[in-house]
Structure formats: C-alpha cells, structure tokens
C-alpha cells in the first residue's frame, strides 16, 4: 500500500480531469504535495488496497451511506475529507436532494464552496461555517488565462475529426434532459433521497415532453445549410441510447445532425459561435466565455425547477424562434448579464483554481484543521438495521437484474451504464498533467 497525500476522486472525466489535473500539476511541482487522481465510479477495489491517502477529495457527499463513501470511511478511518461539489448551481428541486443528510456529511467532512450562495445553503442544513472553505468554481477558471491556453483553437481539429465545416455557424447544444430517461426505479431512488413524489414524476413528464419539441427542432434545423448543429449527450446519459430515443422522438434522424459526446464541453464551447441549452449550468460557461448563449424553452419550466438566473438568459420558446437564432445576422451579446451574475457569484476571489490548490495543500499539511472520521468508521463496523436493509435492496435489485437480463425480459436499456466515458488511465493523466505543467510555466 503506498502512502499519498492527496487522493483525488474524479466521477465524470469530462467534467472534472481538466481541473484535477491542473490542480496536481500546481500541487506536485510548486509545493511538493503527492497526489493519485482516480476515478470514484472504475476500479474501487484496487484504489482501496493500493492506497493509503492523508486526505481524500471526493467529487460529492450527501451521505457516508451513499454512493459507496461508506467503503472509503471504513478502509480510510485517519483521512480527511472535503467534498468538491461539482453541482452548486441548484434549482429549487434539487436543494433538498443534495444536500448534505447524516453526521458524516455535516461534521467530518470539509466543503469546498464556489461563492457566499453555497456557503449559506451548507450552514442552512446544518455544516459547521469552520467546515466550508470559500473559493470559486474552477470550471470558470477554466476560460481565463493562463488557464484557457491549454485548450489553444481547436475549431479546425475538432472540423477534421469530426467531418465540421469551420466556415459554417457553429451552434453547439450541451442537453440536460437526463430525467427524461428515468425509469421508474431511478424516480424512486430520488424520492427516497429527498425529491417530492409529486415534483419526481412531474419532472420526468417535463423532461420527456421539452426533449421531444427540442429533438423535432434539431431535426429541422439541418434544413439550414449555413449552421452545424452540434448535440452533446450529458455524462451520465449513454450516448446511444441518447441518440435512440432522439431519433424515436423525431421520426428519424438526418445525417447532418451531429451528436458528440467526445471531449469536454470546454472545447466545444471555445470552438463554437453560439451555445444553446435548455437550464444546464453550461450556459453559464458559455457566458464566462463570452459566447452568445439562449435559454432552449418550448414548455414553461415547472415552479419547483427555478433557479434565479434563469431570468438573466435569453428564452428559445417556439421552433420558429429556434431557427431565427440560428439564422440571425451577426451574433448577439446576450452573454453579458450571465457572465457578470456568474463571475461575480463564482469568481469573486481571485483564482478558483490556484485557490483550490492552496486548499487542498492547507488540508494535507494541517494548516486547515478537518476532523478524522474514526467515530463514522466504527458505526460503519457495527451491523444496523438500515444497513442491512440497503444491503440487502441492492443485493435483491442486482438479482432481479440479472434475472430479467438473463429471460430477456427487460429491455437493453436497463442495463445502461452512466459512466461510459470515465474510466482513466495514469497515461492520460500523466499526459494532461505534464501539459499543464508547460501551460501554467511552473517549475
């Protein structure tokens, strides 16, 4: 087992590697802090047998009982933990379904917080102030300098790999319609977590019926010669099975619909002219980038959805409007009250990246004080009644599984993975890490 200071989990490699990988290479070559970036969702077991880590840096917590935190609590008991939190943008819906719910999560764990907004709603639901560490979101960051320069221009990489044309409209559409493709037992999990059983199905219903209007807008818009139309299938969502129930929505599919789920949504963005999305959070990047962005619309969000910067971004609520965007002569600035809402929410203090680096180092050399989670581990070793119930709900939901896989009973997409993209390598991170290194001109 080798000892490192810092283990840093990353869920969805799209989402989180470019951040990790900079944070390791400002970490390892400017203050000497080794560090293991591995994937929470691939290879747990052999994470847990060869590692023996001073703190852990997870890409959540709500609960030490949920996700399979409680096997790192128990292999790891003298850790300390800090939660990076890659959803803090939150509509009304999901504040009560992330948030943090049993003592581990509200008084072991240290919470890395992209502005005052999320401080606030920690200590609403009962984190001690002394556990939350204000910084910035480093996703943002991501499109300031020095940061930016590890993406270069890509436009005409990303035309060749993917048959672009870079003299087209670039119009590219990250999609957040992962609800649509819940079936009954995802549901049931939400609202065991904390989700309105009224507001659950009503979501799902939304999702379905917005998918639907936006996968015939996609359809026709391919009609216009002067745009490449580019959808991205979120992390979690299968991209085959995106594409499938697109296409079953449409009628078909024509072959100048691009759906890509290769790279991050970084690149695309930068390499794009126009950026278009129904709530996703990416809108918000679009706009520290300084991308036209619009609000994709054709059903009226339901109350319980709303997050106050919805009002700040330009709506798409009709086919109609859809293809004036598209169409539109000259690209419109309709960033510009997205950006200063999220920078001055999110990027206030300065560097989120480097930021989250001096945190983490603060955290591995004591200089933070985070509780050890040695209490947490010991009731983790003794047998309770809601742990065998969990136990065993997971041990009956797997047979019943593989019963139906096996009879043929239920359909493919049962067995979807959400993670098909997130499996890492040390050789990739290796590679990002040492670019990193020649971007930031650290040594």
């Given at each position: 087992?080798?000892?490192?200071?810092?283990?840093?989990?990353?869920?969805?490699?799209?989402?989180?590697?470019?951040?990790?990988?900079?944070?390791?290479?400002?970490?390892?070559?400017?203050?000497?802090?080794?560090?293991?970036?591995?994937?929470?969702?691939?290879?747990?077991?052999?994470?847990?047998?060869?590692?023996?880590?001073?703190?852990?840096?997870?890409?959540?917590?709500?609960?030490?009982?949920?996700?399979?935190?409680?096997?790192?609590?128990?292999?790891?008991?003298?850790?300390?933990?800090?939660?990076?939190?890659?959803?803090?943008?939150?509509?009304?819906?999901?504040?009560?379904?992330?948030?943090?719910?049993?003592?581990?999560?509200?008084?072991?764990?240290?919470?890395?917080?992209?502005?005052?907004?999320?401080?606030?709603?920690?200590?609403?639901?009962?984190v001690p102030?002394?556990?939350?560490?204000v910084?910035?979101?480093?996703?943002?960051?991501?499109?300031?300098?020095?940061?930016?320069?590890?993406y270069?221009?890509?436009?005409?990489?990303?035309a060749?790999?993917?048959?672009?044309?870079?003299?087209?409209?670039?119009?590219?559409?990250?999609?957040?319609?992962?609800?649509?493709?819940?079936?009954?037992?995802?549901?049931?999990?939400?609202?065991?977590r904390?989700?309105?059983?009224?507001?659950?199905?009503?979501?799902?219903?939304?999702?379905?019926?917005?998918?639907?209007?936006?996968?015939q807008?996609?359809?026709?818009?391919t009609?216009?010669?002067?745009?490449?139309?580019?959808?991205?299938?979120r992390?979690?969502i299968?991209?085959?099975?995106?594409?499938?129930?697109?296409?079953?929505?449409?009628?078909?599919?024509?072959?100048?619909?691009?759906?890509?789920?290769?790279?991050?949504?970084?690149?695309?963005i930068?390499?794009?002219?126009?950026?278009?999305?129904n709530?996703?959070?990416?809108?918000?990047?679009a706009?520290?980038?300084?991308?036209?962005?619009?609000?994709?619309?054709?059903?009226?969000?339901?109350?319980?959805?709303?997050?106050?910067?919805?009002?700040l971004?330009?709506?798409?609520?009709?086919?109609?409007?859809?293809?004036?965007?598209?169409?539109q002569?000259g690209?419109?600035?309709?960033?510009?009250?997205?950006?200063?809402?999220?920078?001055?929410?999110?990027?206030?203090?300065?560097?989120?990246?480097?930021?989250?680096?001096?945190?983490?180092a603060?955290?591995?050399?004591?200089?933070?004080?985070?509780?050890?989670?040695?209490?947490?581990a010991?009731?983790?070793?003794?047998?309770?009644?809601?742990?065998?119930?969990?136990?065993?709900?997971?041990?009956?939901?797997r047979?019943l599984?593989?019963?139906?896989?096996?009879?043929?009973?239920?359909?493919?997409?049962?067995?979807?993975?959400?993670?098909?993209s997130?499996?890492?390598?040390?050789?990739?991170?290796?590679?990002?890490?040492?670019?990193?290194?020649?971007?930031?001109?650290?040594?």
């Amino acid at each position: 087992m080798k000892s490192v200071d810092l283990l840093y989990f990353v869920e969805h490699v799209a989402r989180e590697l470019d951040i990790a990988c900079a944070v390791k290479a400002i970490l390892e070559v400017k203050k000497g802090v080794s560090v293991k970036i591995a994937s929470i969702t691939h290879g747990i077991e052999e994470t847990l047998e060869a590692y023996q880590p001073g703190v852990v840096a997870l890409p959540y917590c709500v609960a030490v009982n949920e996700a399979g935190l409680d096997k790192f609590v128990a292999r790891w008991p003298q850790a300390r933990y800090i939660n990076l939190a890659y959803e803090q943008v939150l509509g009304r819906a999901q504040k009560n379904l992330n948030s943090p719910k049993d003592v581990f999560a509200r008084e072991y764990v240290m919470h890395h917080a992209w502005g005052d907004f999320f401080a606030g709603y920690l200590q609403a639901h009962g984190v001690p102030e002394a556990h939350i560490v204000v910084n910035g979101n480093p996703s943002y960051a991501l499109y300031r300098e020095p940061y930016m320069g590890y993406y270069g221009n890509q436009r005409h990489q990303l035309a060749r790999q993917f048959d672009l044309d870079p003299e087209k409209r670039w119009v590219f559409v990250p999609e957040n319609y992962g609800w649509a493709f819940f079936q009954d037992h995802m549901v049931r999990a939400r609202i065991r977590r904390g989700f309105n059983p009224e507001h659950a199905y009503q979501y799902r219903d939304f999702a379905r019926q917005s998918l639907h209007a936006a996968a015939q807008w996609w359809r026709d818009a391919t009609q216009i010669d002067s745009v490449e139309l580019i959808i991205r299938p979120r992390p979690a969502i299968p991209a085959e099975s995106f594409v499938e129930m697109v296409s079953d929505m449409a009628g078909g599919l024509p072959e100048r619909l691009h759906f890509i789920k290769h790279g991050t949504v970084r690149e695309w963005i930068l390499a794009s002219d126009m950026v278009i999305s129904n709530f996703s959070t990416t809108l918000l990047e679009a706009a520290v980038a300084q991308k036209p962005v619009y609000m994709l619309m054709p059903y009226p969000f339901p109350d319980f959805l709303y997050a106050e910067w919805y009002d700040l971004a330009a709506k798409i609520e009709t086919s109609d409007a859809f293809t004036a965007a598209l169409t539109q002569q000259g690209l419109p600035e309709h960033w510009k009250d997205l950006e200063v809402w999220a920078v001055d929410t999110m990027l206030g203090r300065g560097d989120a990246i480097s930021g989250l680096a001096d945190c983490l180092a603060s955290l591995v050399s004591g200089e933070i004080a985070a509780p050890q989670a040695q209490e947490i581990a010991k009731d983790l070793e003794r047998l309770s009644l809601g742990r065998v119930i969990r136990q065993a709900r997971k041990f009956s939901w797997r047979l019943l599984k593989n019963f139906l896989s096996a009879t043929e009973i239920v359909p493919q997409q049962r067995n979807w993975t959400t993670h098909e993209s997130d499996l890492l390598t040390s050789q990739e991170v290796d590679q990002r890490v040492a670019r990193w290194v020649e971007v930031l001109g650290i040594s």
